[in-house]
C-alpha cells in the first residue's frame, strides 16, 4: 500500500489523523481461511469476557482511563501495561468537554498515575509514557498475553505499531485492534489507516480474526491471534465448543463432571452474563459522566443565581434610596406651599441641597 503521508496529521487522540478530503485507500481483501474462526459479536465490551483471566495485558493508547477499567474489571490482568503519549493536557477539549475536566486539572500522566496509584504501588500495573512502537520495543519479546490497540490510526501509524507489538506477544497471544473502520464519522469525515494496515499485517504474518465487534458507528475491533496450524488443539473458551470433539453427539465427558456440550452451554452462559456486567459497567460510566455534566451545570447556573441575587439587591438599595428622596422633595414641597412666609428662600435653599444630595446619591451608586 502506497498512502501517502502528507495526508496524514498527528493528532493526539489518533481519532483525527488524516486530512479531509485525503483519498481512502482500499483495503487488502483477506482471504476465507483467516476468517474461518471468527465470530461476530454486538461491541468491543463483548470481546472482554472472552478472553484469559489473569494474562499479561497492555493497552496502547489509554487516554483517561475508560476502557482500563474495564480491562482491569473484566479480565484482571496479573500485570497491565499502559502505554500512552499522556500529552492530552496539551488539547483544549476531547470528546466535546475540556481536556481540564477530563483531568481534573491535572497533567495527564499524573492523572492516570493517581488514577491507579494502588496498583502501580502494588506492582501490577506499569506505565509507559512515550511513543507507542518505541515503548513496545522496550518490553522484552513473548512477554504480552493480550494487547489492545488505539494509538495512533494513520496507515503508517498501525503499520509502526504492529511490526513493533508482533515480536513481543507470547505465541498464543491476542492483538485486538480498535477503530477497524475507513473513516472518522463523529466530527471530520477524515481516513483512518488501521483495516489497511491490519488486513495486510494478517496476510503477510499469518494472523487469524477471531473476533469481530460491531459499534453503533462502525468503529469496529477486530481480535487476531497467529493461525494455528490445522487440527491443533484450541486455546480459547469458545474454540472447547468448536473443537473439544463433541461433535453431533456432544457425548464426550470432560473430567469436569460433564459432557463437552454442557461445558460449552456453562461457557456460554458465563460469557453472556459477563457481557451483560460489561454492557453495565459502560453505562455506569455513561452515568457517571452524565452526573457529572449536570453538576457542573449546576454550580454554574448556581454562580449566575448568586451574581443576579447581589444586583437584585442593589437595585433594592437604589430604589429605598429613591423613595427616600421622594419623600424629602414631597415634605419640602408642602412646606414651600404652607408657608406664609415672604421668605420663601430658606425652603428653597432647602430644596436645592436635597435635590444635591439626592443626584449625588445616584451617581454614587450608580458607579
Ligand atoms: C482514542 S484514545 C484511546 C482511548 C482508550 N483506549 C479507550 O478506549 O478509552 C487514543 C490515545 O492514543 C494516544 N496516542 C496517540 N498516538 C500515540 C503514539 N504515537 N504513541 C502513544 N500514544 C499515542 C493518545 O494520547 C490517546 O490517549
Not at 156 to 180: C, F, Q, S, T
Not at 230 to 240: C, V, Y
Not at 305 to 328: G, S, V
Amino acid at each position: 500500500m502506497n498512502a501517502d503521508s502528507r495526508n496524514h496529521v498527528p493528532d493526539l487522540q489518533g481519532r483525527n489523523v488524516a486530512r479531509a478530503g485525503a483519498p481512502i485507500m482500499p483495503a487488502a481483501k483477506l482471504p476465507a481461511h483467516l476468517l474461518q474462526n471468527a465470530r461476530i459479536l454486538p461491541d468491543r465490551t463483548d470481546i472482554l469476557p472472552l478472553l484469559p483471566k489473569g494474562k499479561v495485558f497492555v493497552e496502547v493508547g489509554v487516554a483517561f482511563g475508560q476502557f482500563t477499567d474495564l480491562i482491569l474489571e473484566i479480565c484482571q490482568p496479573s500485570l497491565f501495561i499502559a502505554i500512552d503519549l499522556f500529552r492530552l493536557h496539551e488539547l483544549e477539549t476531547m470528546w466535546g468537554r475540556p481536556t481540564a475536566e477530563w483531568l481534573d486539572g491535572k497533567d495527564h500522566l499524573s492523572f492516570y498515575r493517581d488514577k491507579y496509584r494502588d496498583l502501580i504501588e502494588a506492582g501490577r500495573m506499569q506505565v509507559l509514557a512515550g511513543d507507542s512502537a518505541e515503548m513496545l520495543a522496550s518490553l522484552p519479546d513473548g512477554s504480552i498475553d493480550i494487547l489492545y490497540l488505539d494509538a495512533d490510526h494513520t496507515y503508517e501509524g498501525v503499520k509502526r505499531d504492529l511490526a513493533a507489538l508482533a515480536p513481543k506477544l507470547h505465541e498464543d497471544g491476542i492483538l485486538i485492534a480498535n477503530d477497524y473502520t475507513m473513516v472518522e464519522v463523529g466530527l471530520s469525515g477524515e481516513p483512518y489507516g488501521v483495516i489497511q494496515a491490519v488486513n495486510e499485517f494478517m496476510i503477510a504474518e499469518n494472523w487469524e480474526m477471531i473476533y469481530f465487534a460491531l459499534q453503533n458507528y462502525m468503529y469496529c475491533d477486530v481480535a487476531l491471534r497467529r493461525a494455528r496450524p490445522e487440527g491443533a488443539s484450541p486455546r480459547l473458551p469458545g474454540d472447547a465448543a468448536e473443537d473439544g470433539g463433541a461433535g453431533e453427539t456432544g457425548t464426550i465427558e470432560t473430567g469436569r463432571g460433564g459432557t463437552a456440550r454442557d461445558e460449552a452451554a456453562r461457557d456460554e452462559r458465563g460469557v453472556e452474563q459477563m457481557s451483560r456486567f460489561a454492557r453495565l459497567l459502560v453505562e455506569r460510566a455513561d452515568l457517571l459522566a452524565e452526573r457529572n455534566d449536570l453538576l457542573a451545570e449546576r454550580d454554574r447556573l448556581g454562580t449566575e443565581r448568586n451574581a443576579l441575587r447581589a444586583r437584585l439587591a442593589a437595585a433594592e438599595d437604589e430604589l429605598q434610596a429613591l423613595r427616600a428622596d421622594n419623600a424629602a422633595l414631597r415634605a419640602a414641597l408642602a412646606a414651600l406651599h404652607a408657608s406664609r412666609s415672604w421668605r420663601l428662600t430658606a425652603p428653597l435653599r432647602r430644596l436645592a441641597a436635597l435635590l444635591d444630595g439626592g443626584r449625588g446619591r445616584r451617581r454614587k451608586s450608580a458607579g
